[in-house]
């Protein structure tokens, strides 16, 4: 099991423990071996990024000595870097060469509803030996990524992921030494195969099944160069199933300028950064190591629920290692400022979204809405309309909730959108907590998937639809 879950201790209360995760010795031999490769863009037309994604089974090593037949995007982990400028037309020309179906979800990608990638509500599932073609304008600047929307937890546990970032050639930060960075794990059991996505059985659904191998860009610990004092802009992704970082840099700052939906209004300073499931941070960078000749880039215990900090350590993610060039002067933090209109909660519609869990028999669960797992009644939105969303967690881990299709701005305690202004398509809402939310609905209609992006979550039936502009009707159980 990935986190070697214990097994339920009581009918009442979900008992889960985790026992010491071994921090792993550095693997590098010297090089830097951080970087991600780009996918090949077939076409001339500079406005136009067209290239073949293949979905394949493939050795893959995540440090020497390590290699595993993985679920890969164009035989690597994670898939190839998707590459666009603001307003490009993407276009993917997908195959599937799995054992079985599979499609391609745009996480965070305002994208028509065809090509949304969920099974029986935007496309058919794409059989093995198949194929479907993904063909969409890009609107937003920013970093996105993609995966499979069928068994996600499964498919996405295995390596299915990659990352799409999006440029804007007239953003201003003026950082030309960019990062894109995937943070995954990968549970592997001890005969060296890739672990059952039920392992755990209802326990491991229950607190989300996390892998023994922490990965950035796919391998284990690698190590990033830098110039002392040089800043860098770190474009992160967490595409971990359940797994939150929380990031620390040998006490070094971050300076955020951007996540999710773009840049956000202003940049804040900070020394951990807490990225959730399906998360993204865009953050600039300027180490000095204090005289030391590396760094390491770690991620500390984060509280996300019952048995997720007993008995654990910190994660060695990366070592940062400085160049013989002497370092640079302080760099003054980026000033860059976007405009962002504040959406108002005057004449927005009240929508209650409660996150339960309930027990079935001796040990089965159900994760739901409003106490009703997948499928259940969808959220009707008219387009143009303001909805203000109440979601109350009542369980005892927390929960990444994620909007397909649509970005949506985060309220503090006084009903402000919270400050720095930023769009968000993806909100943790902390166990036992109410997190609220404003999202404007537009004209795309048809329904859009919401649900935990811890996968096993929503695998377990926390996730639901919002029916835009059509009839609310429930939808079919098969769909992931």
């Given at each position: 099991m990935p986190v070697r879950l214990a097994a339920l201790a009581c009918a009442v209360a979900v008992c889960l423990a985790a026992p010491p995760a071994a921090a792993q010795p550095p693997t590098t031999s010297g090089r830097d071996d951080a970087s991600l490769p780009l996918a090949l863009d077939r076409n001339a037309d500079p406005r136009i990024v067209e290239i073949d994604l293949e979905a394949r089974v493939s050795d893959v090593e995540i440090a020497p000595g390590e290699r595993y037949p993985l679920w890969t995007y164009n035989g690597g982990l994670p898939g190839p870097l998707l590459r666009a400028r603001l307003g490009d037309r993407l276009i993917v020309h997908f195959t599937n060469h799995l054992p079985e179906p599979t499609?391609?979800?745009?996480?965070?990608?305002?994208?028509?509803?065809?090509?949304?990638?969920?099974?029986?509500?935007?496309?058919?599932?794409?059989?093995?030996?198949?194929?479907?073609?993904?063909?969409?304008?890009?609107?937003?600047?920013?970093?996105?990524?993609?995966?499979?929307?069928?068994?996600?937890?499964?498919?996405?546990?295995?390596?299915?992921?990659g990352a799409l970032l999006v440029d804007d050639p007239a953003d201003g930060v003026g950082v030309a030494d960019e990062r894109v960075l995937v943070l995954s794990d990968l549970a592997i059991d001890a005969e060296g195969r890739l672990e059952p996505a039920d392992s755990g059985g209802p326990a491991g659904m229950v607190f989300g099944r996390e892998g023994d191998r922490v990965l950035v860009n796919g391998r284990r610990q690698p190590l990033l160069r830098a110039r002392r004092g040089a800043p860098q802009r770190w474009r992160i992704v967490n595409a971990a199933k359940s797994r939150y970082f929380d990031l620390d840099l040998d006490g070094e700052s971050f300076v955020q300028i951007g996540g999710d939906g773009g840049l956000q209004e202003s940049p804040t300073t900070s020394r951990e950064l807490v990225i959730a499931p399906g998360e993204r941070v865009d953050v600039v960078v300027a180490p000095t190591g204090d005289g030391s000749a590396r760094l390491v880039l770690r991620s500390l215990l984060f509280n996300r629920g019952y048995g997720s900090v007993e008995y654990r350590e910190a994660q060695d993610l990366?070592?940062?290692?400085?160049?013989?060039?002497?370092?640079?002067?302080?760099?003054?933090?980026?000033?860059?400022?976007?405009?962002?209109?504040?959406?108002?909660?005057?004449?927005?519609?009240?929508?209650?979204?409660?996150?339960?869990?309930?027990?079935?028999?001796?040990?089965?669960?159900?994760?739901?809405?409003?106490?009703?797992?997948?499928?259940?009644?969808?959220?009707?939105?008219?387009?143009?309309?303001?909805?203000?969303?109440?979601?109350?967690?009542?369980?005892?881990?927390?929960?990444?909730?994620?909007?397909?299709?649509?970005?949506?701005?985060?309220?503090?305690?006084?009903?402000?959108?919270?400050?720095?202004?930023?769009?968000?398509?993806?909100?943790?809402?902390?166990?036992?907590?109410?997190?609220?939310?404003?999202?404007?609905?537009?004209?795309?209609?048809?329904?859009?998937?919401?649900?935990?992006?811890?996968?096993?979550?929503?695998?377990?039936?926390?996730?639901?639809?919002?029916?835009?502009?059509?009839?609310?009707?429930?939808?079919?159980?098969?769909?992931?």
């Open positions: 499609t391609v979800h745009w996480h965070g990608v305002r994208v028509p509803l065809a090509m949304d990638g969920v099974p029986e509500i935007s496309q058919p599932a794409v059989a093995p030996g198949a194929t479907f073609t993904y063909d969409f304008i890009v609107p937003d600047a920013g970093l996105f990524w993609y995966h499979p929307h069928v068994m996600s937890a499964a498919q996405v546990g295995f390596g299915l992921y990366l070592t940062l290692e400085f160049d013989d060039q002497p370092a640079l002067p302080p760099v003054p933090p980026p000033t860059m400022h976007r405009v962002i209109e504040p959406l108002s909660a005057e004449g927005a519609t009240p929508v209650q979204v409660v996150l339960t869990l309930q027990q079935r028999g001796d040990s089965d669960f159900d994760y739901g809405i409003n106490g009703v797992p997948f499928p259940n009644r969808p959220i009707a939105a008219r387009p143009g309309e303001t909805q203000l969303w109440t979601v109350v967690n009542k369980t005892k881990w927390s929960h990444p909730l994620h909007l397909h299709g649509f970005f949506f701005q985060v309220l503090d305690a006084s009903g402000q959108p919270v400050r720095p202004l930023a769009w968000k398509d993806t909100v943790d809402v902390p166990f036992e907590q109410t997190v609220r939310l404003l999202v404007r609905f537009d004209d795309r209609a048809g329904l859009w998937m919401y649900h935990c992006h811890i996968l096993d979550h929503a695998d377990g039936g926390l996730m639901g639809t919002v029916a835009v502009g059509v009839p609310a009707t429930v939808p079919s159980a098969h769909v992931h």
